[in-house]
């Protein structure tokens, strides 16, 4: 395009009138289609020049936010724009030289929230930067959708723990059954009671009642909705905590602890109790997984927007089979267990916006690792003045 004009520019000197008139038509033909790529789009576009000022805005711009007013040209790119915060994000990425990735805003339009994702990035051209880019995503869709996605994954998993309760009292109501009908037929018997016989099944109902009534503690326990309190804390300072407080218990099992806090990690989004509830689950299976004592290795560390912890254990591990199965609720391998610890914890660290994985072999130890996401600067509820186009 720019060699096009340079060369009528040349020529301009011999070009007769009608000539430049369809070169100006020819341009201006051009200049519309971009505008048109432009607006046309569902991104909103805005352009600033090296000085700040406002050289460009898209249709789609326009309708995602609130502007001062339209005369918005030849001003600072951030006064033209009326809410305050993005106003400010603006101004200081922009002042400070910075490019900013992914920064959201809710906006507040009359009753439905608007979630607005912003980018800024320079303007290259000629290896030279010749302004910026405001760049801004309406991610409402997709937060939305991430929303539905995960209460139908919480729905999902009630069928499962639904069945898994299902399964797990047809045992103890069984036995109970047996056992009530063997009363019946002693004490319809003929011939002298027989106490202790009597006793016996009693007994065994009594040990089934409990066992029902375990079921139903743990199914409680995995269903009711957990209402975590999210809080920007750091991760070390909780983990610390916990480790102060079982590392007598490791001791006495014979157990290393090693700890490797980094230091320097983003704080995260995270529920101290509850947390602390998942993390404890873990550490008592690792303690299990290392009768004769062993090593447990605590870490944190962060690669780039995650946070990271680790917990590594030398202990029996599990096979691949096995670890497809410890996440289900109930399924456990300890003759006393709930198998309900690590539903918990997978809960609770998803509530995090948390990812937890497992590497094992059988016999050489387990890594439990959590990834938590760093959370996003500048979360913040807008107003939204009504002052749009
Ligand atoms: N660190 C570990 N090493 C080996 N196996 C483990 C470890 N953590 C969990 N498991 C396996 O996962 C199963 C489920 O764990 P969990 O949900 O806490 O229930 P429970 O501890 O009651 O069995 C355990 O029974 C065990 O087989
Ligand atoms: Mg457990």
Partial sequence: MRKFIERAIQKLPKLDEEQIRTLIMDLATEHERIELVLDSMNDGVMVSATDHTLVLVN?????MLPFVSHEWYERPIWNAIADSEICDFVRQTLTNQESAQDREFTLDGNGANRVLSCNILPLVGSGVIQGNIL???DI??????????????????????AAGVAHEIKNPLGSIGIHIQLLQKALRAQEQID???????????NEEVDRLNRIVVDFLFAVRPIDVQLEERSLNEVVHDLLEFVKY??????????????????????????LKQALMNMIKNAMAAMPGGGTLRVSTTQRGDDVILKLCDNGLGMSD????????????TKDFG????????????????????????????????????????????LGWNGDQA
Avoid: N, W
Avoid at 147 to 156: D, G, Q, V
Avoid at 321 to 332: A, D, S, V, W
């Fill in 59 to 63: 249709k789609a711009a326009e309708r």
């Fill in 135 to 137: 760049h801004i995503e």
């Fill in 140 to 161: 409402t869709e997709k937060r939305a959708r991430e929303a539905r996605l995960r209460r139908a994954e919480s729905l999902a998993s009630l069928t499962t723990l």
């Fill in 195 to 205: 106490r202790e016989r009597m006793e016996d099944y009693v007994e065994v109902v």
């Fill in 249 to 274: 218990e490791l001791e006495e099992a014979g157990i290393e602890l090693i700890t490797e806090l980094e230091e320097g990690l983003d704080a995260i989004h995270l529920d101290e109790k509850y």
């Fill in 321 to 332: 089979e096995l670890i497809g199965k410890i996440f289900e609720p109930y399924f456990t």
């Fill in 338 to 381: 709930s198998g309900i610890g690590l539903t918990l914890a997978y809960k609770v660290i998803k509530e995090h916006r948390g990812e937890i994985a497992v590497i094992s072999q059988e016999g050489k130890g387990a890594t439990f690792t959590i990834t938590f996401p760093v959370p996003q600067k500048e979360q913040h509820l």
